[in-house]
């Protein structure tokens, strides 16, 4: 099942997709992470999902890698005694603080930290935006708001405090009930959502260890501000452009979006972009020619990964959804304009840092057919990763926990081999797996990267080259 290509796709699994036969479906046509939505759907639903992905990834021998995205903090609007109300630019509406029946003059904002946070003149978005609101006069528990856009409120709606940073966790206790479950099932990925500051990432390091690698979802204007430190305490970031759009101008995503990807090449961590990338295939079973190149705008960036959301989750049409990302990203890395540098910048380099990148240089050289990197943490294949190399890294590694995890990084074909303890064999090893994968014939060449003595992390210190 190897893919014959290096961005990887991530399918988020809901309604529509998560039945066994289904998720073989879109396993075959590409998926390579399966994102469990914990907005949506209970524990049951994603332990069903959890337990049929790995039945598959048995079935099919090829490392799969799951991701938990975890909801994070919804503030709402209260209710309205019909349901909605209507509302013209110019009317001025109260929110409360107090539990009330709501009307077209009142209405509950039940969150305390909206209030903590408001000033004269910040801006308020209903309902993904379409209702703006500029607050005009804020007191004890009280705060008047101009309507600016808009004509309708209703019952449950979500509001986005672009203007200010809320003195509130990213992590609620739903979410840290969701946390707990998704370790306990052993997801490799988890994502938090609505990051505002550092110390939020630090929070959820805390909660969950080592037990998953952490993705720092992009949406909030404040965590832009501190997108190098964010990057360097996740082991991975998405650009989440859907509330990111709500909470900034539509055309500060596109470079917003270029920004994120570029940090975190230079830090070599993977990046996911998300939202809206394939929008129509919802209903329609082809995309439009926008959606295609905003697609193929990521993978020349040199996003790792890119993610397919209600498009297999809900829609009508999830296996041609994922059919048709691979078809973009393959016609995508094979045209000519489709060339990926090596990171500069980032963390200062290290003898394995020097490994990676000739082993890189040096397969370009003898026009090697792959790089097979022996690694147990994986940090070695993702320096590899890192550089951009033009042939496939094949990641060798006795620890079944590092190759599902690494799935989602750009280039790596992740195989889980038996404990190794002497160079020959892991020299046997890669060349067993280069002929019977496909990544070469007899008499081809291959570059082996490895650390000697075996069983120390880190400790990349070898390269070699080997024939088929």
């Not at 074909?413 to 994968?437: P, R």
Request: hydrophobic share 40%; proline share 5%.
């Amino acid at each position: 099942m190897r893919r014959q290509r290096k961005a990887k796709i991530v399918t988020t699994i809901g309604p529509a997709s998560r039945e066994s036969e289904m998720l073989e479906a879109l396993f075959e046509r590409g998926a390579d992470v399966f994102r469990l939505n914990f907005s949506h759907g209970s524990h049951e639903d994603h332990q069903l999902s959890y337990e049929r992905i790995r039945a598959m990834e048995a079935k099919f021998g090829r490392s799969t890698c799951i991701l938990a995205d975890i909801q994070g903090p919804k503030l709402r609007l209260g209710t309205f005694e019909a349901g909605s109300v209507e509302v013209e630019p110019g009317h001025v509406i109260t929110l409360v603080l107090e539990e009330i029946v709501g009307t077209a003059e009142r209405v509950t904002l039940p969150h305390p930290e909206i209030f903590a946070a408001m000033k004269v003149g910040g801006r308020l978005l209903v309902d993904d935006g379409k209702v703006r609101l500029r607050i005009v006069e804020v007191r004890e528990g009280e705060a008047d708001c101009r309507v600016e856009a808009g004509r309708k409120l209703s019952d449950r709606k979500g509001v986005n405090v672009p203007d200010a940073v809320l003195p509130m966790s990213a992590l609620t206790e739903k979410d840290r009930r969701d946390v707990d479950f998704a370790m306990k099932l052993g997801v490799d990925w988890i994502a938090l959502s609505f990051v505002q500051q550092p110390k939020d990432v630090i929070e959820a390091r805390r909660i969950v260890g080592d037990s998953a690698q952490l993705m720092v979802k992009m949406e909030k204007p404040s965590a832009i501000d501190y997108l190098d430190e964010l990057v360097m305490l996740a082991d991975g970031m998405m650009v989440a452009r859907g509330d990111l759009g709500v909470e900034m101008q539509p055309e500060e995503v596109p470079p917003i979006q270029r920004r994120i990807v570029q940090a975190c090449r230079r830090a070599g961590k993977p990046v996911v972009v998300a939202t809206q990338m394939l929008e129509s295939m919802i209903t329609n079973p082809v995309p439009t020619r926008a959606e295609s190149s905003d697609v193929a705008r990521a993978v020349y960036d040199g996003a790792d990964a890119v993610m397919l959301s209600a498009e297999s989750a809900a829609g009508n049409y999830p296996r041609e959804a994922v059919a048709m990302m691979d078809r973009i990203i393959c016609e995508t890395e094979q045209s000519s304009h489709y060339q990926q540098s090596p990171a500069s910048g980032g963390s200062p380099a290290t003898g394995s840092d020097a490994i990676s990148t000739a082993a890189c240089q040096v397969a370009e050289t003898i026009d090697a057919k792959c790089i097979v990197t022996h690694t147990r943490s994986g940090r070695t294949a993702q320096r590899a990763s890192r550089e951009r190399p033009v042939v496939p890294i094949v990641m060798v590694t006795p620890e079944r926990k590092t190759a599902r995890q690494h799935t989602i990084v750009w280039g790596l074909h992740c195989v889980v081999v038996e404990n190794m303890e002497t160079l020959d064999q892991v020299a046997e090893a890669a060349q067993e797996i280069g002929l019977q994968q496909g990544f070469g014939v007899e008499g081809d060449q291959v570059v082996l990267t490895a650390g000697v003595p075996f069983g120390q992390v880190g400790q990349t210190n070898l390269l070699r080259l080997l024939r088929l």
